[in-house]
């Protein structure tokens, strides 16, 4: 089988960091936190085998991609990740709908797309984090605190710099191998001074020391605040997308979660998901996967079966349709 081949490409401003794969209708990858495009790595060679051109970028800020100057998280909002993707795709394929997919902050910033530009995506699986309507009552931040407390991780997160000195404390690995191995539902907690507990990291089957090293080595070099300003950017992403209120995802959706992933147990998630919320915010829901015993790092933790719900999504779409991309 071919290997995944590696560009970097300059769009919307910043040096995007692309794996590539395969040849056929495009199907774009986007990653979340604490994660790159290698998160991918068992979906790439899997749907170029099957007749795709896979195309999996380093977000803004992770990776191999360059953001803004450091701390800068003002220009880190939806509206700035979605206009990176937008220029990728009118380079690599002009006047074409494509297929997504997206986990995490990958799926925050797929949801995003199809709301500001419908027109490029073809059908779309989402992960882990449902599509919300924006509440224009409150601010993100505000609610949160109020829900979960000053502790709760994206509360912890808003300071810049604050919890990047507590992480470099810890060591790069540690924290890698602390959060990619989280299998509690509970809300979690990053107690200031101390986040994470003593205790040794056991790695799961799914995920080797090779794979720790590889994120490891990336997180070393750039830190990380690229990642971390996602989260600071949320009331700024609040204010912008005002225009937006009350707008619908009008692209064919396929949503998959874990039943122990911690956006799923937290509060009310469950009863959107499952009672018809989730589909009236997004009335092209054809399906919502719940897999049993799957925490977070779904398409990591089980590969084989994300790669077949993926994969018999998109085939769904007849020949004649996928070929008119």
């Known amino acids: ?5 590696h560009k970097t ?16 209708p495009i199907v774009l990858f986007l990653h979340g936190f604490p994660e790159l495009w290698y998160s991918w790595r068992h979906q790439i060679p899997f749907m ?25 998280f003002t220009k880190f909002t939806t509206l700035h ?61 505000v609610a949160l605190r109020a829900i979960y407390g000053d502790e ?31 299998r509690d539902p509970e809300p979690l907690k990053l107690p200031k001074g101390k986040p994470f507990d003593d205790s040794p990291v056991i790695l799961p089957p799914w995920l080797t020391e090779k794979d720790v090293d590889f994120y490891a080595t990336k997180y070393e070099h750039t830190g990380f605040t690229g990642g971390l300003n996602y989260y600071r ?22 949503f998959i979660v874990g039943d122990l992933d911690l956006t799923y147990n937290s509060a009310g998630v469950k009863d959107y998901i499952n009672k018809g919320g989730l589909k009236k915010n997004v009335p092209l829901l054809e399906d919502v996967v719940i897999l049993k015993g799957v925490a977070h790092f779904l398409q990591q933790e089980m590969p084989d079966e994300v790669n077949e719900h993926i994969h018999v999504f998109f085939q769904s779409f007849s020949s004649s349709e996928t070929s008119a991309l």
Not at 9 to 23: F, S
Not at 55 to 64: E, H, I, T
Request: net charge negative; with cysteine; aromatic share 8%.
């Open 1 to 5: 089988m071919e290997e995944v081949e």
């Open 9 to 24: 490409m300059r769009v919307n401003g910043i040096n995007m960091h692309i794996a590539e794969m395969g040849q056929g």
């Open 48 to 72: 170029a085998a099957h007749g795709y051109h896979v195309v999996a970028p380093d977000l803004r800020g992770f990776g191999d991609t360059t953001g803004a100057p450091k701390g800068d």
């Open 81 to 141: 990740v979605v206009g990176d993707l937008v220029e990728l795709l009118n380079i690599i394929a002009p006047d074409q709908k494509v297929f997504l997919v997206g986990h995490d902050w990958g799926a925050m910033i797929s949801w995003a797309m199809c709301l500001y530009r419908p027109d490029k995506i073809k059908a779309l699986v989402n992960m882990s984090v449902p599509f919300f309507p924006r509440n224009p009552i409150i601010r993100p931040i």
């Open 152 to 182: 709760y991780y994206i509360i912890r997160f808003q300071e810049p710099g604050e919890i990047e000195e507590e992480f470099a404390q810890i060591g790069t690995k540690t924290v890698l191998e602390k959060m990619l191995t989280i």
């Open 233 to 254: 950017a949320l009331d700024l992403n609040w204010e912008l997308t005002a225009p937006w209120t009350g707008a619908k995802i009008e692209v064919p959706v396929k």
